[in-house]
């Protein structure tokens, strides 16, 4: 009877909590023109075994609360261990009392280049480098953990963040691009350091408003929650005087823009004219869509 017990017990446990990920992995080879080896396929399953079964944090996760998201690997070209390629990531986290989702990283990196051979064992070690495939998904994966975390808490991401800061630290010792200063404005490197730099503190301050006071609260109360993001999305005027059309404001508005523009051409009236002006000076690469807020 006890060990049935035990069993039981161990059951529900491994059930009831798992891994903070449900990632969907795509390796996608058509470029390569031998997208029907097997090493790609086999590349996909194993980075999807890797992503969604690693314990990533020491918290525990119930099956609901795993973050949705995905990668979708290109591989442009490859020469036996030698591959070359891009990754596109995509997050969402679910917005209160509603069945609607709403995307939170929009990231394609394209300074992707790593070696595998098939069939390889895939191991994290969070302060020692092990391989650029692990320490480029690993990155993404504190980087959907952190954003994830701000949209529920204040600096409630700091803590994955210091990681993905360590995962750039001992990966800019390896040959591989995305990793340095030197590597550009839009790299791994620019990514994380504008994050944890007090001149874009304001961005972190949106993404918690934006969702907490926000989208959460629409359910409830849709015009509080449009007027919230509304005077929200305000705060990114005195950042974007300080560094016009930075990389952060853009990342924010590649994940958000079409929803920004449903927000605020349904539902209860709000100051469009003022939400208009603020969008088009904070981030007039979708001046398109800001054009069609007509309500």
Same mark, same amino acid.
């Given at each position: ?8 017990? $161990?059951? $529900? ?95 394609? *990196? ?143 508005? *590649? ?41």
């Amino acid at each position: 009877m006890r060990n049935i017990l035990y069993c039981l017990l $161990f059951v $529900f446990s491994f059930n009831g909590f798992s891994q903070e990920l449900n990632c969907s992995v795509v390796v996608n080879a058509q470029q390569t023109g031998n997208a029907n080896q097997s090493i790609f396929k086999t590349l996909q399953n194993q980075l999807t075994e890797f992503v969604n079964n690693t314990k990533w944090t020491n918290k525990a996760f119930s099956s609901q609360e795993r973050i949705d998201c995905s990668m979708v690997i290109t591989i442009t070209e490859y020469s036996g261990e030698a591959f070359q390629g891009s990754i596109q990531i995509q997050s969402s986290r679910p917005v209160f009392g509603s069945s609607f989702t709403t995307p939170i990283y929009n990231f394609n *990196d394209r300074d992707f280049a790593f070696r595998y051979l098939e069939f390889q064992n895939l191991v994290f070690n969070p302060t020692q480098f092990e391989s650029n495939l692990i320490s480029v998904l690993a990155f993404h994966i504190y980087m959907i953990l952190g954003l994830d975390a701000d949209t529920f808490a204040k600096q409630g991401g700091d803590p994955y963040f210091s990681q993905a800061q360590t995962i750039v630290n001992y990966s800019q010792q390896e040959n591989f691009k995305g990793w340095k200063l030197e590597d550009g404005l839009q790299s791994r490197f620019a990514l994380i350091d504008n994050l944890m730099s007090p001149t874009f503190s304001a961005y972190r301050e949106v993404l918690y408003r934006y969702h907490r006071s926000g989208l959460d609260v629409m359910s409830e109360n849709t015009k509080k929650g449009k007027e919230e993001i509304a005077s929200t999305l305000r705060l990114f005027e005195a950042m974007n005087s300080r560094r016009p059309n930075s990389f952060l404001q853009r990342t924010f508005f *590649d994940a958000k823009a079409d929803e920004i523009e449903q927000i605020f051409t349904d539902g209860p009236n709000v100051n469009i004219a003022s939400v208009k002006e603020t969008l088009q000076k904070v981030a007039p690469m979708h001046s398109s869509k800001w054009s069609n807020i007509k309500f």
